[in-house]
């Protein structure tokens, strides 16, 4: 069943989520009914196609008849929807990432990385629920906040650790650091400095699969794009531009916005006249979906829909993944400003913890297996260390490459000729 229906597709009301502590009182579904909506996902045809009344958001009240109280894990009302090895495969990926950012932090404060680096502690179910979905050719397109999208795309721990670590070992070859993971071999088209500029890349590689499979008639050319990008965004340019082009151009490209509901200090609910984002994506003619973000399984399922509704041609997407982070902007922030409590409650939601507690309780794996999994992620983490504190710097040279296609472009020195031929130029001491 698809991943959108009311059968499968649990989540929060968004406003409900943002304003109370209930967060399993009803799902929420954009468009007029689940069958509705059903049928114009797997059609291709807009939501926003039906009349202005029809396409505003309702609420669609699903209680389970027999509801358990085993625990108050958000996965608790998650279906049977996946298998041992996938769990296995979601729990590893998971916990990957929660290890490899505590394990920056641990080498940023040592004075071992430097600059601004943002963790992702909190938000692992939705690079998890969505990347590890994709297939080698598919790109990610990721923010500051990158390590983690790196690593869930099959970036190794070593290569994304050397870069952070500045070194000539790294997967940018140190010179891309903590919010410019590129990775040309996994199709991570980059993290991105700047909110909003990745987007516009992400659609560009959206419409390369696109032209290359409808103009240059390469069949087998069906790959989709992941643009990820945080709440703020979305009050950018960039992004209702790319949203239109996309909708316009049916490209293959999915939309996430990893809402962890602060923008560096700003509330998400101060900064935008409608705090649901979700529902801007009818206005362009695309679904506009949101769920639980801390919920592996849940975002898994809508991901799936939505990557293989890409895939198939029928056009982007919109996912709202209503997350949050567990540390500060970044190592740099004290985090003053969120209140303890709002701390206190996502931190009960843990999806790493949730995630365990369903596998155990489904009999999808045992105590041991999950620890052996801990155990294996404990020594890459350390040997990712180990191999970074390791490799050397970058040449001086380096700083001249990747700057002119041609290396005139340096100019003439002052002995009349261009300075690429002074025999120092390759040396990186040469007077440019």
Same mark, same amino acid.
């Given at each position: 069943?698809?991943?959108?229906?009311?059968?499968?597709?649990?989540?929060?009301?968004?406003?409900?989520?943002?304003?109370?502590?209930?967060?399993?009182?009803?799902?929420?579904?954009?468009?007029?009914?689940?069958?509705?909506?059903?049928?114009?996902?797997?059609?291709?045809?807009?939501?926003?196609?039906?009349?202005?009344?029809?396409?505003?958001? /309702?609420? &669609? =009240?699903?209680?389970? #008849?027999?509801?358990?109280? !085993? $625990?108050?894990?958000?996965?608790?009302? @998650?279906? *049977?929807?996946?298998?041992?090895?996938?769990?296995?495969?979601?729990?590893?990926?998971?916990?990957?990432?929660?290890?490899?950012?505590?394990?920056?932090?641990?080498?940023?404060?040592?004075?071992?990385?430097?600059?601004?680096?943002?963790?992702?502690?909190?938000?692992?179910?939705?690079?998890?629920?969505?990347?590890?979905?994709?297939?080698?050719?598919? /790109?990610? &397109? =990721?923010?500051?906040? #990158?390590?983690?999208?790196? !690593? $869930?795309?099959?970036?190794?721990?070593? @290569?994304? *650790?050397?870069?952070?670590?500045?070194?000539?070992?790294?997967?940018?070859?140190?010179?891309?650091?903590?919010?410019?993971?590129?990775?040309?071999?996994?199709?991570?088209?980059?993290?991105?400095?700047?909110?909003?500029?990745?987007?516009?890349?992400?659609?560009?590689?959206?419409?390369?699969?696109?032209?290359?499979?409808?103009?240059?008639?390469?069949?087998?050319?069906?790959?989709?794009?992941?643009?990820?990008?945080?709440?703020?965004?979305?009050?950018?340019?960039?992004?209702?531009?790319?949203?239109?082009?996309?909708?316009?151009?049916?490209?293959?490209?999915?939309?996430?916005?990893?809402?962890?509901?602060?923008?560096?200090?700003?509330?998400?609910?101060?900064?935008?006249?409608?705090?649901?984002?979700?529902?801007?994506?009818?206005?362009?003619?695309?679904?506009?979906?949101?769920?639980?973000?801390?919920?592996?399984?849940?975002?898994?399922?809508?991901?799936?829909?939505?990557?293989?509704?890409?895939?198939?041609?029928?056009?982007?997407?919109?996912?709202?993944?209503?997350?949050?982070?567990?540390?500060?902007?970044?190592?740099?922030?004290?985090?003053?400003?969120?209140?303890?409590?709002?701390?206190?409650?996502?931190?009960?939601?843990?999806?790493?913890?949730?995630?365990?507690?369903?596998?155990?309780?489904?009999?999808?794996?045992?105590?041991?297996?999950?620890?052996?999994?801990?155990?294996?992620?404990?020594?890459?983490?350390?040997?990712?260390?180990?191999?970074?504190?390791?490799?050397?710097?970058?040449?001086?040279?380096?700083?001249?490459?990747?700057?002119?296609?041609?290396?005139?472009?340096?100019?003439?020195?002052?002995?009349?000729?261009?300075?690429?031929?002074?025999?120092?130029?390759?040396?990186?001491?040469?007077?440019?």
């Amino acid at each position: 069943m698809a991943a959108f229906s009311a059968v499968k597709f649990f989540q929060p009301n968004p406003t409900a989520v943002r304003s109370s502590d209930n967060h399993n009182n009803k799902p929420f579904l954009l468009g007029s009914s689940p069958s509705f909506l059903r049928r114009s996902l797997k059609s291709g045809s807009p939501i926003s196609s039906i009349s202005p009344s029809r396409t505003s958001i /309702s609420a &669609v =009240s699903i209680q389970e #008849d027999n509801k358990k109280s !085993l $625990s108050n894990s958000p996965l608790n009302s @998650s279906s *049977m929807v996946i298998t041992k090895e996938e769990g296995l495969e979601l729990y590893e990926d998971m916990v990957l990432g929660r290890s490899f950012e505590d394990m920056c932090a641990q080498m940023y404060y040592r004075g071992k990385m430097f600059g601004f680096v943002h963790l992702y502690n909190g938000q692992e179910a939705v690079s998890s629920g969505f990347i590890k979905l994709l297939k080698r050719e598919d /790109s990610v &397109v =990721s923010t500051y906040r #990158d390590h983690v999208h790196a !690593l $869930s795309k099959g970036v190794p721990a070593r @290569s994304v *650790m050397a870069e952070l670590f500045g070194k000539a070992t790294g997967c940018c070859r140190g010179q891309g650091g903590s919010m410019h993971m590129f990775s040309k071999e996994h199709n991570v088209l980059g993290g991105f400095a700047f909110i909003g500029e990745g987007i516009p890349i992400a659609t560009g590689a959206a419409f390369t699969s696109k032209y290359r499979r409808e103009v240059l008639k390469e069949q087998d050319v069906d790959h989709v794009t992941l643009a990820f990008f945080g709440d703020g965004t979305c009050n950018n340019g960039q992004f209702f531009e790319c949203l239109n082009m996309a909708a316009l151009w049916k490209l293959p490209i999915v939309f996430v916005v990893e809402n962890n509901l602060w923008a560096i200090g700003m509330s998400h609910l101060r900064a935008t006249s409608d705090p649901e984002i979700y529902k801007k994506g009818p206005a362009f003619k695309m679904p506009g979906v949101h769920v639980d973000g801390m919920d592996v399984l849940k975002v898994r399922e809508v991901a799936k829909e939505a990557v293989e509704r890409a895939r198939r041609g029928d056009g982007p997407t919109l996912v709202e993944c209503e997350t949050y982070r567990f540390r500060g902007h970044s190592l740099a922030d004290p985090d003053e400003l969120r209140k303890p409590e709002e701390k206190e409650h996502y931190a009960a939601r843990d999806p790493i913890v949730s995630l365990k507690k369903y596998l155990i309780e489904n009999n999808l794996a045992s105590e041991s297996e999950l620890k052996a999994i801990e155990k294996k992620i404990d020594e890459i983490i350390e040997e990712a260390v180990e191999f970074a504190d390791a490799s050397p710097l970058p040449p001086r040279s380096q700083l001249l490459e990747n700057v002119f296609a041609d290396p005139k472009g340096f100019g003439i020195g002052p002995d009349g000729r261009y300075r690429c031929e002074d025999p120092g130029f390759t040396q990186g001491t040469a007077q440019v």
